[in-house]
């Protein structure tokens, strides 16, 4: 066996530990989460069960996340974004944050530390989810997975081809109090060439959290995105300042 980072194997761990933000009960659960199929004795010693825990996990969690946000989005819309949050490609981002690639056990015939496979980053990313599952109870793993997953899901939303959080509080303001939606600049700041703009929305006399966004387009999305959660009674996710 081979780790991909120098150090007693208490050490690795502890650093470990340190960049995911948890501290395991059992660290004999972790040891496996990071333990390729490669690097391991035998495969059931290496995170291929954690995977494959990990990733029912990841998918529950995101889905209930993406139905408590987004309460006015259809079926369809919700899919999209879920599929985008926890691909292969996405776990390979939340790998990369987090430096997991720096504590991996892995065989000799997978490379050194910079040439690790995405899939194998992809992999021990939802290892972990199962080994934190398992280790901490489903609030632990829930509390993981929307700390990493969070900006994913608004990227995901923002995109073109997912949620127009201003359709979505058009249909609303127009069933539910006959009104269109207004959006007003509040401010903005930056150069000519960079700058970034506060916009709020409005339905009728009513202004809701104003946003700040790269631009007009993105800052009126985000704006929509607060009013439509202060209408549902939920905390908004874009702060005026």
Request: proline content about 4%; aromatic content about 6%; overall charge negative.
């Amino acid at each position: 066996m081979a780790s991909t980072k120098h150090g007693s194997k208490a050490d690795v761990l502890d650093d470990c530990q340190v960049a995911i933000g948890y501290r395991f009960h059992d660290l004999n659960l972790l040891q496996e989460a990071l333990t390729h199929a490669s690097g391991a004795n035998h495969r059931l010693v290496s995170n291929e069960r954690l995977e494959f825990l990990g990733d029912a996990i990841l998918g529950a969690i995101v889905c209930e996340a993406l139905y408590r946000r987004f309460p006015d989005s259809l079926e369809g819309e919700l899919t999209r974004i879920k599929s985008v949050v926890v691909s292969r490609t996405a776990c390979v981002r939340f790998s990369r944050r987090l430096g997991i690639g720096e504590f991996l056990v892995i065989g000799k015939g997978m490379g050194s530390r910079d040439q690790t496979p995405p899939s194998v980053l992809a992999d021990v990313f939802e290892s972990l989810i199962g080994a934190i599952y398992l280790d901490g109870g489903i609030e632990a793993a829930r509390e993981f997975i929307t700390r990493n997953v969070d900006s994913e899901i608004e990227a995901a939303a923002l995109d073109e081809h997912g949620i127009n959080f201003k359709s979505n509080l058009q249909q609303i303001a127009q069933r539910d109090f006959g009104a269109t939606p207004t959006y007003v600049l509040i401010d903005e700041k930056g150069p000519d060439h960079s700058k970034c703009f506060k916009m709020s929305a409005r339905i009728g006399e009513r202004s809701f959290p104003s946003a700040w966004g790269n631009n007009k387009k993105e800052a009126e999305q985000r704006a929509a995105l607060n009013a439509l959660r202060d209408l549902a009674g939920l905390p908004i996710p874009h702060q005026p300042d």
